[in-house]
């Protein structure tokens, strides 16, 4: 089995920073993209950064240049540094990855963590 588990949520003032991070762990071969989603109440959940395996990273408008996502495959997590928070940053944050299973070398899989709550209070 494959597990992802985040940590680092909390909540800090408008402006601040915090630091999310993702451990995968289980029977894993390799891992391809890693991402991070988030979700506000009553909105859908949202693509915030992705991470491929060679290091190309991609970012949604909304938090270019406050957001910043890093891997480190060895150890097969991810960081999400994020500053200059907004009050609109404030979501459940997922981490997620698409993973190929020991043993099922031909086939993907894409995981979840459990979400981890960022409230930026005003």
């Known amino acids: 089995q494959v597990q992802l588990v985040e940590s680092g949520g909390g909540l800090v003032q408008a402006g601040g920073s915090l630091r999310l991070s993702c451990a995968a762990s289980?029977?894993?071969?390799?891992?391809?993209?890693m991402d991070w989603y988030r979700q506000a109440p009553g909105k859908q959940r949202e693509l915030v950064a992705s991470i491929t395996s060679g290091g190309s990273t991609n970012y949604a408008d909304s938090v270019k240049d406050r957001f910043t996502i890093s891997r480190d495959s060895a150890k097969n997590t991810a960081v999400l540094q994020m500053s200059s928070l907004k009050v609109e940053d404030t979501a459940v944050y997922y981490c997620?990855?698409?993973?190929?299973?020991?043993?099922?070398?031909?086939?993907?899989?894409?995981?979840w963590g459990q979400g981890t709550q960022v409230t930026v209070s005003s």
């Open positions: 997620s990855a698409n993973i190929v299973r020991i043993g099922f070398t031909g086939t993907t899989f894409r995981y």
């Open positions: 289980g029977s894993i071969f390799s891992i391809n993209a």
